[in-house]
């Protein structure tokens, strides 16, 4: 008998994010929850696999995706692709589990931050954890995965003439043309996070969380254990022991953090923080009104 995807995906947990936001050590400790089911890692292919949804097709022309886009054919695919996947923390596949009726689907990619309309239809009743990074160490860390070359998403991406595109590719990336590395990343995030906190705000307060990441790397049990009684997944001791010390970096660092790391790239950062001021006011304003967009 086929899973009852409505039951299955009850109440999936979202991690809205920009890229390089800590988002993959977010998802990697929250992954550690007895309840919680994942596929293992981004869902690039799973969403983008399908024509309809990839921006290489000419069907969509950036990683925006709104509700319209989510038809019963897509909506019943992405299911099924996800169900085909998922597994626990201890690597239990669901296809051979499938006697399990009650579980937590835990989903994070950065490009999922221009997607919320469309994730939505297809997880109706989805709860959101949206996670807030700092401008100035977050383009920091765009500028190096752009340099890296290693998180490249469109190496031939129609039109462009810059380097092959990296991270997320928002609305509007046409009049990128021509402009420096730090500029696109300086657009990329605002962009990323203007959409979450529109999105967000067209929700029921308590249908979605929000904590900065600071927050998750100092204080990192409580500001779990939030989130964990705002989902309502559960914190055994596996969970406890994992969040009361250093968690570890995640799979996609680059470099170990550091608080003053960013200042390598200031030059490149500084003189476009104006462009992003007025996001970066309405992320600040809603950390401090503790997780309201406005």
Not at 97 to 109: D, P, S, Y
Not at 165 to 190: D, I, K, M, T, Y
Request: hydrophobic residues 40%; positive net charge; contains cysteine.
């Amino acid at each position: 008998m086929p899973p009852d995807f409505d039951k299955l995906f009850d109440r999936p947990v979202i991690i809205m994010a920009a890229p390089r936001s800590g988002s993959t050590l977010l998802f990697e400790t929250l992954s550690e929850a007895p309840d919680v089911w994942t596929v293992g890692g981004e869902s690039h292919q799973f969403i983008e696999g399908l024509k309809p949804l990839n921006p290489l097709s000419g069907a969509v022309d950036s990683n925006r995706l709104e509700a319209a886009h989510a038809g019963e054919l897509i909506i019943r695919q992405l299911r099924q692709r996800f169900a085909r996947f998922l597994r626990d923390r201890d690597g239990r596949e669901f296809v051979q589990n499938q006697n399990i009726k009650k579980l937590r689907f835990l989903e994070k990619t950065p490009k999922n931050a221009l997607r919320q309309p469309f994730l939505e239809k297809v997880f109706p009743g989805a709860l959101y954890v949206y996670l807030f990074r700092d401008p100035r160490p977050n383009i920091s860390s765009m500028i190096e995965a752009w340099k890296a070359r290693k998180w490249v998403t469109y190496p031939r991406l129609p039109g462009w003439t810059g380097p092959p595109w990296s991270l997320l590719l928002p609305p509007g990336w046409q009049e990128l043309n021509g402009r420096s590395v730090p500029e696109v990343c300086a657009f990329q995030w605002a962009t990323a996070n203007r959409f979450i906190l529109d999105d967000l705000g067209e929700l029921p307060p308590d249908r979605w969380i929000a904590c900065d990441f600071e927050e998750l790397t100092n204080k990192t049990a409580e500001t779990v254990q939030r989130i964990c009684d705002f989902a309502g997944l559960s914190m055994d001791e596996r969970l406890r022991r994992h969040v009361s010390k250093p968690l570890p970096l995640s799979r996609y660092t680059l470099t170990a953090p550091e608080p003053e790391k960013w200042l390598k790239n200031k030059d490149l950062i500084l003189p476009r923080l104006a462009s992003v001021e007025a996001v970066w006011e309405r992320c600040r304003r809603m950390v401090d009104q503790g997780g309201s967009p406005s």
